[in-house]
């Protein structure tokens, strides 16, 4: 069943604006990941977070955990064009290996 | 040196016929993965195989057979394709340390008409 949810659904900013995405799911996890996907490509796995960290940090990326709220939050900040794509969160619930879940994504486009 | 690569890259066929994914591997990874991502750009996982062994088969009709012939190649067999098999179907790696991101490949987009 899906597990993480994004929001928002779309997004829409300029250049060097931050974009903040978040995500909740509903059962305990082992950790979660974001990952990037540009039209008509792969997903990119861009960070995990494990459930016992409330921050992490990739370059321009910024993660926060909130486990007691069931909650995620990606940051971008200074974005570029070349940031425009869908972002996934995943979550790993530690149950059974590679039971990965993901939500339906937020597509984020930036404006130059 | 595409670290994970999948072929083909589009596939239209008509229902009824039985058709291959391929997917192979270059990292080392123990563990592959098929995903399907529908319209709406769910993904959800259909199978996973962790050294050559099915690890998990998700609610998937048994038309769609996936076979491992080794750690490195994880290949997908659909029998008797639908108009409901159309989306597109990812591969995956990773390794077995759970604290480890999924590598993907680029996605076999599948049209069945």
């Known amino acids: 069943s899906q597990q993480g949810e994004e929001d928002p659904q779309a997004l829409s900013i300029q250049e060097g604006e931050n974009a903040t995405m978040n995500c909740s799911y509903k059962?305990?996890?082992?950790?979660l990941q974001w990952y990037r996907q540009n039209s008509g490509r792969g997903l990119v796995h861009l960070i995990l977070i494990r459930s016992n960290e409330r921050e992490k940090h990739s370059g321009r990326l910024r993660v926060t955990l909130d486990t007691s709220k069931k909650s995620s939050s990606l940051l971008i900040t200074a974005s570029r064009a070349a940031d425009t794509a869908s972002y996934f969160c995943?979550?790993?619930?530690?149950?059974?290996?590679?039971?990965?879940?993901f939500g339906r994504g937020t597509q984020l486009t930036v404006w130059p | 040196d595409t670290a994970v690569s999948q072929t083909p890259k589009y596939l239209v066929t008509q229902m009824g016929n039985d058709k291959s994914i391929k997917c192979e591997q270059n990292?080392?990874?123990?563990?592959m993965y098929w995903y399907k991502q529908d319209s709406k750009k769910f993904l959800k996982i259909m199978f996973s195989y962790n050294n050559k062994e099915l690890i998990i088969n998700e609610t998937v009709p048994n038309r769609f057979s996936p076979k491992s012939p080794d750690k490195a190649h994880l290949n997908l067999h659909i029998n008797s394709l639908e108009l409901g098999d159309s989306a597109v179907y990812f591969c995956a790696s990773s390794l077995r340390d759970r604290d480890y991101g999924y590598t993907f490949g680029s996605g076999t987009r599948l049209t069945v008409v």
């Open positions: 990292l080392g990874h123990d563990t």
């Open positions: 995943a979550t790993d619930r530690g149950s059974t290996l590679g039971r990965l879940y």
């Open positions: 059962t305990s996890i082992n950790n």
